[in-house]
């Protein structure tokens, strides 16, 4: 029943390392997105993509890149990472043409940066 | 720009009485608005939406273009209500202005 799968449920990486987190959705959605979760600032958008190959920056998409080569998976890309990316991230997708429809997220990957 | 407001970042009710999460928004066309609920330890999940009228798990909401609300509303909270809620606003119906609320989070007492 699982319908966007992210790869890792926590990471623990080292500050200046490079991280992907990986995304894959199973419903051929069009839309993908990235976000970040934090206590008291709720969802905020870093990244997402409307199409293979095209990607649009969010709100907050400094220190992030992503990846789409395929219309399934999303990846986000953590160029070095640092603790101020310490959070939990979550991947979601949603229909091109579903405006009556929400977002189906994932369960969300919990990095730590140290 | 289109932004939600949740002035509560906790709420805490006893089992049984009333619970109203408050949401506002500010976008100055037709907004479709949505409510979102992440349980302890699983995914974030649409609760329900404006368009639909529906009702999920006792829970209502009702759009107020006057007020530019969308508050949730159950009339007997129950513990495994117990849970993070954010409203969620869609400008458009490609998905791509998508604005979410900060979240409060709902405590259910016994």
């Known amino acids: 029943d699982v319908k966007v799968t992210q790869s890792s449920r926590y990471l623990v990486k080292r500050t200046g390392e490079k991280v992907f987190l990986e995304c894959v959705q199973d419903?051929?959605?069009?839309?993908m997105f990235w976000y970040r979760q934090d206590p008291g600032l709720g969802l905020r958008l870093i990244y997402f993509?409307?199409?293979?190959?095209?990607?649009e920056k969010g709100d907050i998409p400094e220190g992030y890149s992503v990846s789409r080569e395929k219309k399934e998976r999303f990846s986000l890309i953590l160029e070095s990472a640092s603790t101020n990316q310490t959070s939990m991230y979550l991947c979601?997708?949603?229909?091109?043409?579903?405006?009556?429809?929400?977002?189906?997220f994932g369960s969300g990957t919990r990095l730590t940066v140290v | 720009a289109q932004r939600v407001t949740q002035p509560e970042k906790l709420l805490s009710v006893f089992k049984g009485a009333p619970v109203e999460l408050k949401c506002n928004y500010s976008?100055?066309?037709?907004?479709?608005l949505f409510w979102y609920v992440q349980y302890s330890r699983q995914r974030l999940q649409l609760l329900l939406r404006?368009?639909s009228r529906e009702s999920i798990k006792g829970f209502t909401a009702d759009l107020n273009k006057g007020e530019t609300s969308f508050h949730l509303k159950k009339p007997f909270a129950q513990e495994e209500d117990s849970a993070m809620y954010y409203c969620?606003?869609?400008?458009?119906?490609?998905?791509?202005?998508?604005?979410f609320g900060p979240g409060t989070r709902l405590s259910v007492l016994p």
């Open positions: 979601a997708s949603r229909s091109g043409t579903g405006g009556l429809y929400g977002y189906t």
């Open positions: 419903m051929d959605h069009e839309n």
């Open positions: 993509s409307y199409d293979v190959k095209m990607k």
């Open positions: 976008y100055s066309g037709s907004p479709e």
């Open positions: 404006h368009i």
């Open positions: 969620a606003l869609s400008a458009d119906n490609y998905g791509q202005n998508f604005v």
